[in-house]
């Protein structure tokens, strides 16, 4: 099958991951979650004492970082990231980076430099991208682009039970009022703000199962490419 790339666009608690990586694993794909790539630069701005108003020292931060990441679909979270050489994948979801990764992801250079890395991580093809900018920018040519939504608190209360997963001890309302401010930041920002893309398919998973929404996925790629689409 010719090595095609998936789009996965959506707001935070949507179930892009989740879906991604069972996809990943069903189509055989890479999976590369771009969050975890402003996570990582905002880790480091913290490591580093920088101010996350200082769009130069956030800017400096990012671009000598050295950041690699291990697709690993057998991780929990479906890859492996390290910096400077260590691995810090538990830190990303840390209260700290969630709260000031939006700062730092709304930085246009910052974004200039992470959206090239990406779009070399997917040339040769058969990619399943999760992000915000997947498909109206960062993969603007992919031919199966997704826009996974859901409700407030339906998003609230996986995000809330992914944390509790990684044995972080949350309150609920906390969890709510990081992934509401998240939002808006992300939502409201000039530079490539989280929207569909206008070729994307939007789906609403709140009432759905991983399952369903998975199956609908691969129904699309299924017709798109009986129809000879790609
Ligand atoms: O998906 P996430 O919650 O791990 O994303 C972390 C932050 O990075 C969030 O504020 C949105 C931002 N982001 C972005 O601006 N563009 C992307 N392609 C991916 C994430």
Redesign the pocket.
């Known amino acids: 099958m010719e090595k095609f790339n998936i789009a996965i666009d959506g707001p ?1 608690g949507s179930g ?1 991951s989740t879906i991604a990586i069972s996809l990943a694993k069903i189509l055989g794909f890479i999976y590369i ?7 990582a630069a905002a880790w480091k701005a913290l490591k580093e004492n920088a101010g996350f108003n200082d769009e130069e020292a956030l800017l400096a931060v990012t671009g000598k970082l050295k950041m690699k990441i291990q697709p690993d679909l057998e991780h929990p979270v479906g890859y492996r990231v390290f910096v400077d050489g260590k691995e810090i994948t538990g830190e990303l979801t840390s209260p700290e980076v ?1 709260l000031k ?2 700062l730092l ?2 930085v246009s250079p910052i ?1 200039r430099i992470l959206v090239e890395q ?1 779009r070399r991580m997917a040339e040769s093809g058969g990619v399943v991208m ?5 498909g109206t920018v ?1 993969l603007r040519d992919a031919p199966v682009k997704i826009f996974l939504t859901a409700s407030a608190g339906e998003r609230a209360r996986r995000r809330f039970l992914q944390m509790e997963d990684e044995g972080r001890a949350v309150d609920p309302a906390l969890a709510n009022e990081s992934v509401k401010v ?1 939002d808006k ?2 939502s409201s920002r000039e530079d ?1 703000p ?1 929207k569909p893309a206008e070729d994307a398919v939007i789906i609403d998973s709140t009432s759905m199962t991983i399952d369903e929404v998975v199956n609908k996925i691969l129904e699309i790629i299924g017709s798109r490419r009986k129809a000879g689409e790609f």
């Open positions: 935070a892009k979650d771009t969050g975890a790539m402003y996570r969630s990764v939006s992801a709304k974004r990406q999760t992000g915000r900018d997947i960062v998240r930041i992300d490539s989280l």
